[in-house]
């Protein structure tokens, strides 16, 4: 996988990405490696591409332990880590462990207090914890991040207690959308969400020019890299609707996200030069 990190950071990607699952859909079968030490190789071979999780979970991970990790790899990328968190899908993240699953509400429960929990072993050092999910006794986080106070948070959020977290913590807010039935629906359910986010930071404060807003454009029923034109379009109606940053995937040769790499190519060369007054693209 090094050449297409070092790839992406050459055709001037923004930033780079990888899912942090410990399996997803029907490519749980192949091969798969973990977020982190995947994202350590890619900072070894990177030198200025900012580099994220889209999203760590807390199906399973832990706040202390994954203080840790991000800690570490932070400092191995000089300070180039975006730490994409959500509040942990279904499926196989939320199986395989035999935990019995969580409704809704208490997976809204979980991912506040995992978010403020590693807000706190980020910027703090000797942190002692009781909550309903997670626990901490003494727990120590020398050195601290290279960036300071902490890594920037981007966090996914569709609901009110959800954006809520985003106002809070986030220096980003990503969304996949809500409704895939098809394009027109789900651009409109991406123009609700938008709509909903800039309600949230108005009615808590905050400024919406300090929040970076992250599109996931491949959660529509049409591959964004189906051709240039089509990513082109795809970005000018992100951009149309607040959208700071937006997001591909690598094409595939198969199943999700399958597509030509020569799409990538083009959109690389051809397109991005052009965006520059546009969203920014990983």
């Known amino acids: 996988m090094a050449h297409r990190w070092r790839q992406v950071e050459q055709w001037g990607f923004d930033h780079a990405w990888t899912y942090d699952h410990l399996g997803w859909r029907d490519l749980v079968d192949g091969p798969w490696f973990d977020a982190v030490p995947l994202l350590t190789a890619a900072a070894t071979v990177t030198q200025r591409i900012p580099l994220g999780t889209l999203v760590s979970s807390p199906n399973f991970r832990h706040p202390v332990h994954f203080a840790r990790e991000i800690t570490a790899l932070d400092d191995i990328s000089d300070g180039r880590v975006l730490l994409g968190v959500g509040a942990g899908g279904l499926g196989f993240d939320a199986a395989v462990l035999g935990t019995p699953p969580l409704t809704p509400r208490a997976r809204a429960d979980r ?36 960036q300071r106070p902490r890594v920037p948070f981007v966090l996914a959020a569709n609901g009110p207690r959800s954006l809520a977290l985003a106002a809070r913590f986030g220096a980003g807010w990503v969304t996949t959308g809500t409704d ?49 034109g089509f990513f082109a379009d795809a970005v000018e109606r992100a951009a149309g609707l607040g959208f700071t940053d937006v997001i591909t ?17 083009e959109v690389a060369t051809d397109v991005l030069p052009t965006l520059r007054a546009r969203p920014r693209a990983g």
């Open 111 to 146: 991912y506040a207090e995992f978010v403020e929990l590693l807000d706190l072993l980020l910027r703090t050092d000797r942190v002692t914890w009781q909550g309903r999910y997670y626990q901490a006794v003494d727990a120590r986080s020398a050195p601290g991040c290279r």
């Open 180 to 228: 895939f039935d098809d394009l027109e629906s789900w651009w409109a359910s991406v123009a609700r969400l938008a709509e909903r986010c800039t309600a949230t930071l108005d009615r808590t404060g905050r400024d919406p020019a300090d929040l970076r807003r992250y599109l996931s454009l491949d959660s529509a029923p049409v591959f964004s890299l189906s051709s240039a």
């Open 249 to 265: 995937h690598w094409p595939r040769r198969s199943s999700w996200y399958a597509g030509d790499e020569r799409v990538l190519a």
